[in-house]
């Protein structure tokens, strides 16, 4: 469902490849487990506490990280665009992004003994 005549998936198939990579894991699996959905009752279903905590824990910093990616995409367009002048700045929030989303994947990574 959608607010527009087309869907999210198509709206991002048309603004490109760049949007239609981050559609799954940014907008469509997030929605599946956010949502009251059979997926989301029956995810982790059985997992012990410790396991199920690390995959969700991993799950969130994926999709804050591929949400960061899809917001700062917009923000460059629109820096383009408009002419903003802010490519330093966005520069600089690409890296802190980078940094903040590669370190917490890293913490958040189960550990094997």
Known sequence: M???K??????ARKAGDLYKALYLGGYAMP?????ATLISALYLE???????ASARKREAYSNLGQA???MLLVMKEQNGLFKLGLDQELEE???AIAD???Q????????HS
Do not use: Q, T, V, Y
């Open 104 to 111: 917490d994947r890293r913490e958040a990574a189960p550990r």
């Open 46 to 52: 059985g997992a012990d506490e410790e396991f199920a």
């Open 100 to 102: 903040e989303c590669f």
């Open 68 to 70: 960061s990616a899809i």
């Open 31 to 35: 929605n599946l487990h956010f949502h």
């Open 6 to 11: 087309h869907s999210i998936g198509a709206m």
């Open 2 to 4: 959608s607010w527009d």
């Open 93 to 95: 929030a690409e890296k």
